[in-house]
């Protein structure tokens, strides 16, 4: 019986660190945690601070931690998934008025919306709000 044992524990020890492993696969070790969403009176916390006002130009963009941030007109701010819908590659960067993607030359408006293809999908839009001087995801 003891033999058994021993051998159950020994394995319940190997699954659990393999389980440990898996966990952590693909995440990088020095990357700081998500912050954990919240929720205050049932009405969750934004979770994170992707930009200030200041660094999102109007009629222009950042993109920031695979989101896209535009500010097509002053004050209006939209967020995007950073994922090309056309072959699914990161857009390169937001310039001359339009959402570049370095794969096939696909252009999006500032809104989302196709302006030039192979894409025929808009961006997939992420919520965003201001608070105070940041816009964070919401």
Excluded: W
């Amino acid at each position: 019986m003891q033999r058994k044992q021993f051998l159950v524990g020994a394995g319940l020890g190997i699954a659990t660190g393999a389980l440990a492993a898996c966990s952590t696969y693909g995440k990088d070790p020095q990357a700081a945690e998500e912050p954990a969403v919240t929720t205050t009176g049932g009405v969750a916390a934004p979770a994170a601070v992707l930009a200030k006002v200041a660094d999102v130009p109007v009629g222009g963009g950042v993109i920031v931690e695979q989101t896209v941030l535009t500010q097509p007109t002053a004050g209006d701010f939209k967020g995007f998934s950073a994922t090309c819908t056309h072959a699914g590659c990161t857009v390169r960067d937001v310039a001359g008025g339009t959402i570049n993607c370095p794969c096939h030359g696909s252009r999006f408006n500032l809104d989302g919306t196709v302006a030039n293809g192979p894409a025929t999908r808009s961006l997939e839009s992420k919520p965003v709000q201001l608070q105070d001087d940041l816009i964070i995801l919401s």
